[in-house]
């Protein structure tokens, strides 16, 4: 029923671009928190970015701040990851994940664990 779904991976060389899309559906999108993450083959999980569709805070890992830009589109349920100046160190499988923010506010926005809901994962591979 609550479902999310990744889109937008795929390959691209070194120092592009790509864009990748969370749909959400089954889901009260406005008290939402929508997270991004990433792992890599035989890495852990990474915790990228966090946007709160209640009141539009916005987190960045300090790998990714400056590169990828997050953003929530209300009308169509979407979060979206922006990622410029792709290396290669960021190939990996990205995942979406949604948590209730009334709960993530003020705590940890990097942890897996808050998060309730996850996407199948997109990957994305970047060549140098």
């Known amino acids: 029923e609550e479902s999310l779904v990744e889109s937008g991976g795929g390959l691209v060389q070194a120092g592009g671009s790509l864009r990748l899309s969370c749909a959400a559906s089954g889901f009260a999108f406005h008290d939402l928190a929508i997270g991004w993450f990433r792992q890599a083959p035989g890495k852990e999980r990474e915790a990228l970015s966090c946007v709160s569709n209640v009141d539009g805070t916005k987190y960045y890992a300090d790998s990714v701040k400056g590169r990828f830009t997050i953003s929530s589109d209300n009308p169509k349920d979407a979060v979206y990851l922006q990622m410029n100046n792709l290396k290669p160190e960021d190939t990996a499988v990205y995942y979406c994940?949604?948590?209730?923010?009334?709960?993530?506010?003020?705590?940890?926005?990097?942890?897996?664990?808050?998060?309730?809901?996850w996407g199948q994962g997109t990957q994305v591979t970047v060549s140098s």
């Open positions: 994940a949604a948590a209730e923010w009334r709960f993530l506010r003020g705590g940890s926005w990097y942890e897996g664990y808050e998060y309730d809901e």
